[in-house]
């Protein structure tokens, strides 16, 4: 099988997020998603036991499990990863998503307990990080400089048999795989970045699948390829930073999320592929989703705020307030069409309410940088659970931590009902927290949320397996049609 993405991880491994949500093919974790979202056994023998205070979670483990070195997995490195992971001379730059997590400790051979800070009725989705051998983390250094960035030694469904950086990954079936030898033995992927280039490649039978803007995707129908559709939890969403006087100001926040189109720009430029997003809870997550918080496309009403704030529109249509006009700059990756779009799309919108936007394509490496200052098209979501991507962006605590809350929001309500919802092990406690949180947050926006993306997808339809399932960010060939490539067989 050749694949296309438009992706190509700077590392492979797991402490520095690859596979971190699961469906990785090279590592698993104690627990994985199936195609309904519900977490199961991986490595774990059996789904993990809570303590009744929330303050402890204990883990089987999987018998008769090797690493692709051939070395025996068991608790040593469960316990090896986790400690890892907490250590500060390893690096790792997801640890922020394991706050909660106070201690790992070894039972017996087979067993594991995570103590943890506070309760976390998240913390069982947090269980799909890739374990690595024990050896991988013996000596504390950081995880950038460990060979596993760049050989993988895991207990995946497949091995790394050759990458060249900036062209291609190849994998091939790991034959001692405790799930069973995949039937699709080897998988190259080719690295490229630009749409039209894939879609052109495609056409031409270079490739068995890829991953494209939906628009794009559209024009295989009929060919000898599938066009296949994800919904997803995949947010795009408008960064409008704290330390900015402009988008830090409260009726320009609230007067944008008014201002924006958001199913005129689903409709226009992904052929309504997609649905309207006002905060990071997806539909598929609609028994936490609040429709008291969501914001309506109401130019008017968006006139009206800005009006009140003592925003007047100038000799060119921008609005000045004290001289100063009602302008700020909005970055977006240069590579990335979608977020291209939506930032132009969003300008326009902005425009004709009298904001003036001033767009700049840029690469990673000059927009890391400037985040804490200058909007940004950001994107990310999970349809596991709400905490996963809700908490880190919006929680005051995660302000400036990188991509976790860039910008700074901060809002001690918001803050207040995350917290309740991290805490509350009664379910319907926490879809009430949850609620809350959205309905203080909708009162105070620091963002402007567009869209969830749907993820389209084509590929030749030669193999059985396929199973649909709600992408989260990751998409490309991690997740999308190809997330359990490994059970795939033959079609006869």
Do not use: C
């Not at 997801?94 to 706050?99: A, E, I, K, Q, T």
């Not at 030898?181 to 039209?196: H, M």
Request: charged share 20%; aromatic share 10%; glycine share 8%.
């Amino acid at each position: 099988m050749v694949l296309a993405d438009g992706y190509e991880p700077e590392s492979l491994h797991p402490l520095l997020g690859y596979g971190v949500e699961g469906a990785s093919k090279f590592y698993d974790g104690l627990l994985a998603h199936d195609a309904d979202r519900r977490l199961q056994p991986a490595l774990a023998s059996a789904l993990p036991t809570t303590a009744a205070d929330g303050l402890s979670v204990t883990v089987p483990l999987r018998a008769g499990v090797t690493f692709h070195d051939g070395s025996a997995f068991d608790a040593d490195d469960v316990v090896a990863t986790y400690r890892a992971l907490l250590d500060p001379a390893f690096a790792s730059s997801v640890r922020s998503d394991w706050v909660t997590l106070a201690a790992v400790e070894k039972l017996d051979a087979q067993t594991v307990r995570f103590d943890l800070a506070g309760p976390d009725a998240a913390f069982a989705h947090r269980l799909t990080l890739g374990i690595v051998p024990a050896e991988a983390v013996t000596a504390p250094a950081p995880a950038e400089e460990s060979p596993l960035s760049a050989q993988p030694v895991g207990t995946g469904p497949y091995t790394l048999a050759q990458w060249r950086r900036g062209e291609s990954m190849e994998l091939t079936a790991n034959p001692s795989y405790w799930g069973g030898a995949p039937a699709v033995e080897r998988i190259t992927i080719v690295f490229a970045v630009d749409d039209n280039t894939r879609a052109q490649r495609l056409r031409s039978g270079e490739f068995d699948g890829t991953v494209l803007p939906p628009a794009l995707a559209q024009t295989f129908e009929g060919s000898e390829y599938t066009v296949r559709d994800h919904p997803s939890a995949d947010y795009r969403t408008v960064t409008l930073p704290t330390a900015n006087p402009i988008t830090a100001d409260p009726a320009i926040r609230m007067a944008l999320n008014h201002a924006v189109d958001r199913q005129g720009m689903i409709d226009a430029l992904f052929a309504g592929r997609g649905s309207p997003a006002s905060n990071p809870i997806p539909e598929v997550l609609s028994e936490y989703s609040e429709p008291a918080a969501q914001f309506t496309f109401d130019r008017t009403r968006a006139g009206q705020i800005l009006d009140a704030a003592g925003w007047v529109a100038g000799p060119d249509g921008t609005r000045v307030r004290d001289g100063v006009p009602a302008r700020f700059t909005l970055m977006y990756p240069a590579t990335d069409t979608i977020r291209r779009d939506l930032a132009q799309g969003f300008t326009s919108d902005a425009r004709a309410v009298g904001i003036d936007v001033a767009l700049e394509g840029l690469g990673w490496e000059a927009i890391e940088p400037r985040m804490g200052a200058d909007a940004l098209v950001l994107g990310g979501g999970s349809p596991f659970d709400p905490d996963l991507v809700s908490y880190p962006l919006l929680h005051s605590s995660y302000a400036g931590d990188g991509f976790n809350n860039p910008a700074s929001y901060v809002n001690p309500a918001v803050d207040a009902g995350l917290d309740a919802a991290r805490r509350a092990l009664d379910p319907a406690e926490r879809v009430a927290a949850v609620k809350q949180w959205q309905r203080d947050y909708a009162a105070a926006p620091g963002f402007v949320f567009l869209t969830f993306l749907d993820h389209s997808y084509v590929a030749r339809d030669e193999w059985d397996g396929y199973e649909q399932v709600v992408d989260p960010h990751t998409h490309g060939t991690t997740w999308g049609p190809w997330w359990n490539v490994e059970d795939w067989t033959p079609r006869a």
